[in-house]
């Protein structure tokens, strides 16, 4: 059973700082990942989609990275900004007989970014 | 501009009040589908479509239906709300089969049951 785990659950962070926020997966058989961001009582905004054959993608001050074979994803942030503040979550989109199409996601990052 | 559009917003009902959560999307997507967000739980499918007339169950489809009469409108039915499926709904949409599109969401419709 695909599982991911985003570790720390938490963090905070100085104005400017650059920053990885990472996500882990047990089963690397994956079409792809993607990260996304929420605001308090928002949806979902999605980020970055990395496909399996993908290593990385970016997004202006965004960087994503896969490492299909070890379950391993990050999310790196360059010169971090308040407006930054948000929970960060990952979810992976898993192969298999099932075929929902459905994302399977972590617990998220819940980032401040301190002025 | 492209989006996924949920109404209501925000909802207060009573247990057994028949209610309908609409979602509708402008990019001509293929693929749609309905989450629902728990603390501790994280978000878990309810229901998919993977095409006008195509829809199936998810992880947690009880007290659930839904119903895909055109591309664009992907409805969430609960017949007889009760008190456990108060959460936070998302509806999301991608293009293609579903396997490799990115998935765009909705703003979220927050019910509360009581």
């Known amino acids: 059973k695909q599982e991911v785990t985003q570790i720390p659950a938490a963090l905070s962070v100085p104005e400017g700082e650059n920053l990885v926020l990472n996500c882990s997966f047990t089963?690397?058989?994956?079409?792809?990942l993607q990260w996304f961001r929420q605001d308090p009582g928002k949806g979902l905004t999605s980020l970055l989609l990395?496909?399996?054959?993908?290593r990385e993608q970016t997004s202006g001050r965004l960087n994503a990275s896969l490492d299909k074979s070890s379950g391993r994803s990050t999310l790196y942030i360059a010169a971090s900004q308040p407006g930054d503040s948000a929970t960060y979550l990952c979810?992976?989109?898993?192969?298999?007989?099932?075929?929902?199409?459905?994302?399977?996601f972590g617990q998220g990052t819940t980032l401040q970014v301190k002025p | 501009e492209a989006q996924v559009t949920q109404n209501p917003r925000y909802l207060i009902t009573v247990t057994g009040k028949k209610l309908t959560v609409t979602c509708s999307q402008n990019?001509?997507?293929?693929?749609m589908s309905w989450y629902r967000q728990d603390p501790g739980l994280g978000l878990r499918q309810i229901y998919y479509?993977?095409?006008?007339?195509?829809?199936d169950k998810g992880d947690v489809p009880e007290g659930y239906k839904v119903s895909r009469k055109e591309k664009r409108n992907f409805p969430l039915i609960l017949e007889s709300p009760s008190p456990n499926q108060t959460s936070l709904y998302f509806c999301?949409?991608?293009?293609?089969?579903?396997?490799?599109?990115?998935?765009?969401f909705g703003e979220g419709s927050r019910l509360t049951v009581l």
């Open positions: 999301a949409s991608s293009s293609g089969t579903g396997w490799t599109g990115e998935l765009f």
């Open positions: 089963d690397s058989a994956i079409y792809n």
């Open positions: 990395i496909q399996s054959s993908q």
């Open positions: 979810a992976v989109r898993p192969l298999g007989s099932s075929n929902t199409g459905k994302l399977i």
């Open positions: 990019m001509n997507h293929e693929y």
């Open positions: 479509s993977m095409n006008v007339e195509v829809t």
